[in-house]
């Protein structure tokens, strides 16, 4: 049985190797994870409380 007033998310992730891509979204080094068409955070990776955080800006 699904919780009440569950949120759900559909992830659609993409490995860009393309040097010319990553600078067209000012990414300057890895990882660079980019949400609704914007540079979410760039060289570090994020723990799970970040994502969470970024999550629900995103909503």
């Known amino acids: 049985m699904a919780?009440?007033?569950a949120w759900y998310w559909t992830v659609?992730?993409?490995k860009i190797t393309d040097s010319v891509a990553?600078?067209?979204f000012g990414i300057m080094s890895t990882?660079?994870?980019v949400?609704?068409?914007q540079v979410a955070?760039?060289?570090h990776v994020l723990n799970a409380s970040?994502?969470?955080?970024?999550?629900?800006?995103?909503s």
Do not use: V
Request: zero cysteines; hydrophobic letters at 30%.
């Open 3 to 5: 919780a009440k007033n």
């Open 12 to 14: 659609i992730s993409k």
């Open 22 to 24: 990553k600078a067209r």
């Open 31 to 33: 990882p660079g994870p």
């Open 35 to 37: 949400m609704n068409g």
């Open 41 to 43: 955070t760039s060289g």
């Open 50 to 58: 970040e994502i969470g955080q970024l999550l629900a800006q995103g």
